[in-house]
């Protein structure tokens, strides 16, 4: 679900400043509990932040100092002074605030390259996984409802499913991915549909009895597959 993926990873940064409405936040936050790579940019736009904050805070202190020091002239400059001061304070502070702006762009167009980068590099590398045990593994039937299509094999523990011809979901809606073991369901992904309407995923499955694939509420936390089941894949025992 790398294409749906893109979406809390989006929301990542809107999360760290406080931007997401309830509903957002809620999805984002039960997102964030089996998703160590969220965590991982959670933390690192939080050290931005902080930078940024860091920096801000010198800015505003140099500008501190400038004041002073302009208040300090000779009193003998008063008039001078007085011009200056009313020179100098906006100066400083569009300085200040140009300097943040410099800083922000720098700091998170770097983020914004590695974020772009590694996306592609774990789409490709996810595809590549996929296809390479659809096409060595043991075939497997995919038991699909609302028009998707899907193929799925297994080859030494590792389950890969390719589906296709997914529907368009409503804005409250994500698509959840479920490990089935001993009749109980645990989540494995969550993520919107993606526009082209595949879903490719792989997964280690040792001791899966199945994996199913459900459309659920975004606004709420669901604990077990829901009457809306776009597919199922039955493993054989032993994998």
Do not use: K
Request: proline share 4%.
């Amino acid at each position: 679900m790398a294409e749906s993926h893109q979406r809390y990873e989006d929301l990542a940064l809107a999360h760290v400043l406080g931007g997401l409405d309830s509903q957002d936040s809620a999805e984002f936050r039960a997102h964030l509990l089996s998703c160590r790579d969220c965590r991982l940019r959670v933390a690192e736009l939080r050290d931005l932040a902080a930078e940024l904050a860091a920096t801000e805070r010198q800015e505003r202190r140099r500008a501190a100092v400038a004041t002073e020091t302009v208040r300090r002239v000779d009193h003998h400059d008063a008039d001078d002074r007085s011009r200056w001061e009313r020179w100098s304070r906006p100066a400083l502070r569009v300085g200040a605030v140009l300097a943040t702006m410099v800083v922000l762009t720098v700091l998170f167009w770097n983020y914004h390259l590695r974020r772009v980068t590694g996306n592609y590099e774990a789409v490709v590398e996810r595809q590549a996984e996929v296809l390479s045990i659809l096409a060595s593994g043991d075939p497997l039937d995919v038991r699909t409802s609302a028009g998707v299509t899907g193929a799925a094999a297994v080859s030494d523990g590792h389950l890969a499913v390719s589906l296709e011809a997914f529907p368009e979901l409503g804005e409250d809606e994500v698509v959840v991915l479920w490990r089935v073991d001993d009749g109980r369901a645990s989540v494995v992904d969550v993520g919107r549909a993606p526009q082209d309407g595949a879903v490719p995923f792989a997964m280690q499955v040792a001791d899966a009895d199945a994996v199913v694939v459900t459309v659920e509420s975004a606004s709420q936390r669901p604990t077990a597959p829901g009457n809306r089941q776009l597919a199922e894949v039955r493993l054989p025992p032993g994998d």
